[in-house]
């Protein structure tokens, strides 16, 4: 089967790092995206890795382990913009090219 | 805007109402797609269309049926729905065969079922 787990809620302070993490389980894999969703917004874009390690983009990082079925969004200097859900995506492609995604992590940044 | 349209951006119905929700893309993507998404749980795919082709349907009832008239244009019908079926729905497009590309989502409608 696939499946994508998350955890579903997290809390931390402005200008802290938050890690989240994301395992799944998918056939025909080929690289894993992050997006981030605020209430009422449509989910955009916020990273993608196909190769195992670390992609660094600013403030945000995410981390990909292929052998282990892991990934991480790493969020530094945390702003209170950055409260928002965070949605993991694992990218198959067998009858047709799609993404399949977790529940979401909903950040909130405290002051 | 993200380049992906969606309209309208809340629609209230009632069970007996017929209504239909569309999307339009102008990014020449030839892929499309209907997701459903619920409080607490992962965006459900519903609907793939390429190249104007369903190739892709996840179990879905028959009181949502999908409409692809050009690869610019998507359509979801409405009729008899269920108050369950109250969620977000969100259009995405992308390229076929998009490796590393990913989707660009539209913002969504925001369906009520009453």
């Known amino acids: 089967g696939q499946n994508i787990d998350q955890p579903t809620e997290m809390t931390a302070t402005e200008g802290a790092i938050v890690q989240i993490n994301c395992t799944y389980q998918?056939?025909?894999?080929?690289?894993l995206f992050w997006y981030q969703q605020h209430a009422g917004e449509a989910p955009t874009f916020l990273s993608y890795?196909?190769?195992?390690g670390l992609e660094e983009k600013g403030r945000f990082s995410s981390f990909l382990s292929r052998s282990k079925g892991y990934s991480y969004l790493l969020l530094k200097e945390l702003q209170m913009k950055d409260s928002a859900s965070y949605l993991c995506?694992?990218?198959?492609?067998?009858?047709?090219?799609?993404?399949?995604f977790g529940s979401g992590t909903r950040l909130l940044v405290r002051p | 805007e993200t380049g992906v349209t969606q309209t309208p951006r809340h629609l209230v119905m009632g069970m007996t109402n017929k209504k239909s929700l569309k999307c339009e893309q102008h990014?020449?993507?030839?892929?499309m797609y209907w997701y459903k998404q619920s409080a607490k749980k992962p965006l459900e795919l519903m609907f793939v269309?390429?190249?104007?082709?369903?190739?892709e349907n996840n179990s879905v009832p028959s009181r949502f049926s999908p409409e692809c008239p050009n690869s610019s244009h998507l359509f979801l019908h409405l009729h008899t729905l269920q108050p369950e079926d109250s969620a977000l729905y969100l259009c995405?497009?992308?390229?076929?065969?998009?490796?590393?590309?990913?989707?660009?989502f539209g913002s969504g409608t925001r369906l009520t079922v009453v």
């Open positions: 995405a497009s992308s390229q076929d065969k998009g490796h590393g590309l990913g989707y660009t």
């Open positions: 998918t056939s025909g894999f080929n690289g």
């Open positions: 890795n196909v190769l195992d």
């Open positions: 995506a694992a990218e198959g492609m067998d009858s047709s090219y799609k993404l399949i």
């Open positions: 990014l020449g993507h030839n892929a």
């Open positions: 269309y390429s190249l104007e082709e369903r190739v």
